[in-house]
């Protein structure tokens, strides 16, 4: 079974803060990928990476970066947090763009 | 513009059926995806659907037409448990991307 693990379901920042979303795959997974949830709004897409070192931006990226030093690992940065950016944060994978993606539990990230 | 629209709201009756559609607006098209996802859950796969036609998988089945962009999702003998959110999700062609719909959240009543 296809695990996507994220560091933390809940987190509480400070605005200004840089903060640090961490995701890991354990399937040799090609494709990450990193949305937010908010409510009336679904799914949108932040950031997405096809390959080691790779990323490409998605549709919502100002205010954000990513990393992808290892094929199993896909961080999402929040360069200076602002409360705009609470929300629900997903992590995603899937072994070729025609295949489904492999979501994580989710981190609630709150910025007061 | 790139657009997926699907209802708010849905509720239904232990037992019965229920469809659940999804239109897109797309630059380009190269699957669409169904995904459940329960309250404070992540998102599961349900179904996948690239060309026309019904794809079947136990309870659910899903729906494609490409030419009326136009896709939906059955659900059959309901139970207590199918009570969540359904997202649908195209992939846009000649990319990684995945657009979603807002999501459908259904009830389903004893």
């Known amino acids: 079974d296809v695990k996507v693990t994220q560091s933390s379901r809940y987190l509480v920042k400070r605005t200004g803060e840089k903060v640090f979303l961490e995701c890991v795959q354990d399937?040799?997974?090609?494709?990450m990928f990193w949305y937010r949830q908010d409510p009336g709004l679904g799914l949108r897409l932040i950031y997405f990476?096809?390959?080691?070192?790779?990323?490409e931006k998605g549709d919502i990226p100002e205010g954000y970066s990513v990393s992808r030093e290892k094929k199993e690992r896909f961080s999402l940065i929040l360069e200076s947090a602002s409360t705009n950016q609470t929300s629900m944060y997903l992590c995603?994978?899937?072994?070729?763009?025609?295949?489904?993606?492999?979501f994580g539990d989710g981190t609630r990230l709150s910025i007061l | 513009g790139q657009n997926i629209d699907q209802p708010t709201e849905m509720t239904a009756t232990e037992g019965a059926i229920v469809q659940i559609n999804c239109t897109y607006q797309?630059?380009?098209?190269?699957?669409l995806f169904w995904y459940q996802q329960h309250a404070g859950e992540a998102p599961t796969f349900l179904s996948y659907?690239?060309?026309?036609g019904l794809e079947e998988k136990g309870r659910f089945s899903s729906f494609l037409s490409r030419s009326k962009g136009y896709s939906y999702l059955l659900l059959k003998e309901l139970q207590m448990k199918d009570s969540a959110s359904y997202l649908c999700?195209?992939?846009?062609?000649?990319?990684?991307?995945?657009?979603f719909g807002t999501g459908t959240r259904l009830k389903v009543l004893a």
């Open positions: 659907n690239v060309l026309d």
């Open positions: 990476s096809y390959d080691v070192k790779m990323k």
């Open positions: 995603a994978s899937s072994l070729r763009s025609d295949q489904p993606q492999h």
């Open positions: 399937m040799d997974h090609e494709n």
């Open positions: 999700a195209v992939r846009d062609q000649g990319t990684y991307k995945y657009i």
């Open positions: 797309t630059s380009g098209f190269n699957g």
